[in-house]
């Protein structure tokens, strides 16, 4: 209700007056949120996860070794919200949906008696302050690569956005505080430099692992990880998860445990069989960097790619070089819709067109029909790639339009058409 109140104040409030006082105005909802629920994070284990990629299926992996270590747990991601043995889909098009929401979302755990909660954490939610009075115990930066750039206005503001999550742990009153960090990343060291009692990194580089068509196989300290998962960043994401683990106490048995119970992670990834002989794959990945280490997973074989460009108004610099990793590992490409917002969704398709010479291109603006096109190309033995929303609830167009979507729930109608069932 306070939030709703503030926001209503807003509108009254001249403009440029409002975007000088925003910091304050977020920054007292943070605690006027906190103080309303009676700062609940004080009495929970809190893990912040940030990162550029991986948050959510390290956070997904990280409650998976809570609770196969016996403690009940509360997660809080872009896929959905759990608190013990309840889910739900997360259908609000942000990870943090605000700062009442993130104080009640924990408020909701203690009452139902988690003693752990795992919280992805990112940029935009940091700017806003939506992850204040979250008191943590660990964070977990999975990497940092170039993205929201539009949004902060650099690279380096976007950095320090993340920067100010670790600063929140430093000051939290809980002791040890624990820090784990991508050693492989370049931008890693800069989250060792807080000044925090326990500083662990990982590194897949410096681990030995194999992978086939089964999923990964990772040798941890005395232990070999076995996960169904697969990929460069499923190998980044379980190091991180299992060295947080590790620096809290968690048995290698119990980590070992967890790390095996991920099966799927939701749009991360994630098959879609109805008995067809190829195969058809949606993930999340929306940025050319991330969408080239899906493609790699499936090298030698032919690879229909289907995906969009993220986000109207927002990173327009990566449209090309997405077009590019396409042209380079893709034997068809569909270019479709995905969340244009006000922007028309045919410039932003012919923007993605311009990074690919010298090879045939569909532009399907509809994407159902563009996932129905590449499904129907598809002979035996191929990998029908969906990249761009992975859980996505909606596809945002002009004026604040929502169509709700679920790119698996497509693809699972549609070749239900294709096959007759």
Request: aromatic content about 8%; hydrophobic content about 40%; some cysteine.
């Amino acid at each position: 209700m306070i939030e709703r109140i503030l926001r209503t104040i807003r509108f009254f409030i001249p403009k440029q007056l409002y975007q000088f006082f925003q910091p304050f105005y977020h920054y007292l909802l943070a605690i006027l949120g906190a103080f309303f629920y009676g700062f609940p994070a004080q009495k929970l284990f809190v893990v912040g996860i940030t990162g550029t990629k991986g948050k959510s299926s390290t956070a997904e992996l990280i409650s998976l070794i809570f609770e196969s270590a016996g403690y009940k747990t509360a997660l809080l991601s872009t896929i959905h919200f759990k608190i013990g043995g309840k889910s739900e889909r997360n259908l609000y098009k942000m990870t943090m949906p605000g700062r009442f929401f993130v104080q009640k979302f924990l408020h909701k755990a203690v009452k139902a008696g988690c003693t752990h909660a795992v919280i992805e954490m990112t940029s935009e939610g940091s700017r806003q302050h939506r992850h204040r009075y979250t008191e943590m115990n660990a964070l977990v930066v999975t990497n940092l690569t170039p993205e929201h750039i539009e949004s902060h206005g650099s690279f380096e503001k976007y950095k320090e956005a993340k920067l100010s999550i670790a600063r929140e742990l430093a000051i939290s009153s809980k002791h040890p505080r624990i820090i784990v960090s991508n050693a492989d990343d370049e931008h890693g060291r800069d989250f060792m430099r807080i000044e925090i009692e326990k500083k662990l990194s990982f590194s897949r580089q410096k681990t030995a692992y194999s992978e086939n068509e089964s999923g990964i196989l990772i040798h941890f300290g005395n232990i070999d990880l076995t996960s169904p998962l697969r990929g460069d960043i499923n190998v980044e994401n379980i190091l991180a998860a299992a060295t947080l683990a590790e620096a809290v106490g968690i048995s290698e048995n119990k980590i070992k445990e967890g790390i095996a119970m991920a099966s799927v992670i939701e749009g991360r990834l994630e098959k879609v069989s109805l008995g067809q002989p190829f195969e058809v794959v949606v993930d999340y990945a929306h940025t050319a960097d991330s969408m080239e280490k899906v493609y790699k997973i499936f090298e030698g074989k032919r690879k229909i790619c289907i995906f969009g460009a993220t986000g109207g108004g927002r990173d327009k610099w990566k449209r090309p070089v997405m077009g590019q990793i396409a042209r380079k590992y893709c034997d068809e490409i569909i270019l479709t819709n995905d969340d244009p917002y006000d922007e028309d969704p045919m410039q932003i398709a012919e923007e993605v067109k311009s990074g690919i010479k010298n090879k045939k291109v569909k532009i399907i603006i509809d994407r159902r029909e563009a996932i129905k096109e590449g499904l129907s190309v598809a002979g035996q033995g191929d990998v029908v790639l969906i990249t761009g929303k992975g859980t996505d609830p909606y596809i945002m167009g002009a004026n604040g339009a929502k169509i709700p979507w679920d790119d698996r729930k497509v693809v699972r109608e549609e070749l239900q058409n294709l096959l007759g069932k």
